[in-house]
């Protein structure tokens, strides 16, 4: 079956240390995937996308990988701060289908001062 | 600011009472989507479309209308809301197929429907 999913568990990090978070998925082959972050009462807000040839992709203080035998994708932050507590999304951008995106259910991280 | 819109915001109605939700984009994108997004279930695609006068179903349309008559505008529509449609929904907008070719969605700030 076709699956994705992220870290179940809510993350807790002290601040100025790195947030990793985990995207795994089974059955799919996305063209891209993309990480959104959602405040809460707040719609999701992108930001930022790799390609599936694409290993690593930087933004400031953000870092995505992407590893399409293991079929994940890990998103870092890097030097924390409390403004970075927030649910992070990741979605998988399917080729073909309509421009269809796959959501994962986030994960819930809480950076403490 | 370029930004979609969603209205209303919050809305408690009772079963069977027809509704729709609005949305309206302002930056000249083709493509338009609805998601729910319910605990433990994350976002789901209700509809979308690819441009004026095409929609098509996404995983969860049942209950659900959409027309695109305009545009900018791609409303939603429950003829006779059930409350396992008690959920939060998003609107959604992209250039679909911009530099990249990625599907990179703009979301309104949800509408958050209660069905009594």
């Known amino acids: 079956s076709q699956k994705i999913e992220q870290n179940s568990e809510a993350l807790n990090i002290q601040e100025g240390k790195t947030a990793t978070l985990t995207c795994n998925y089974t059955?799919?082959?996305?063209?891209?995937l993309q990480w959104y972050r959602q405040d809460p009462g707040r719609g999701p807000v992108f930001l930022l996308l790799?390609?599936?040839?694409?290993k690593e992709k930087r933004k400031e203080r953000l870092k995505v990988t992407f590893d399409t035998t293991l079929k994940q994708s890990l998103f870092h932050i890097t030097a924390s701060q409390p403004a970075d507590s927030a649910t992070y999304l990741c979605?998988?951008?399917?080729?073909?289908?309509?421009?269809?995106?796959?959501f994962g259910q986030g994960t819930e991280l809480s950076v403490k001062p | 600011e370029a930004q979609v819109t969603q209205n209303p915001r919050y809305l408690i109605t009772v079963t069977g009472k027809k509704l729709t939700v609005t949305c309206s984009q302002n930056?000249?994108?083709?493509?338009m989507s609805w998601y729910r997004q319910d605990p433990g279930l994350g976002l789901r695609q209700i509809y979308y479309?690819?441009?004026?006068?095409?929609?098509d179903k996404g995983d969860v349309p049942e209950g659900y209308k959409v027309s695109r008559k305009e545009k900018r505008n791609f409303p939603l529509i429950l003829e006779s809301p059930s409350p396992n449609q008690t959920s939060l929904y998003f609107c959604?907008?992209?250039?679909?197929?911009?530099?990249?070719?990625?599907?990179?969605?703009?979301f309104g700030a949800g509408s958050r429907l209660t069905v009594l």
């Open positions: 930056m000249n994108h083709e493509y």
């Open positions: 479309s690819m441009n004026v006068e095409v929609t």
């Open positions: 790799i390609r599936e040839n694409e």
């Open positions: 979605a998988l951008d399917l080729r073909n289908q309509g421009g269809k995106l796959i």
């Open positions: 059955n799919y082959s996305p063209a891209y």
């Open positions: 959604a907008s992209s250039l679909r197929g911009g530099s990249s070719g990625a599907n990179v969605l703009t």
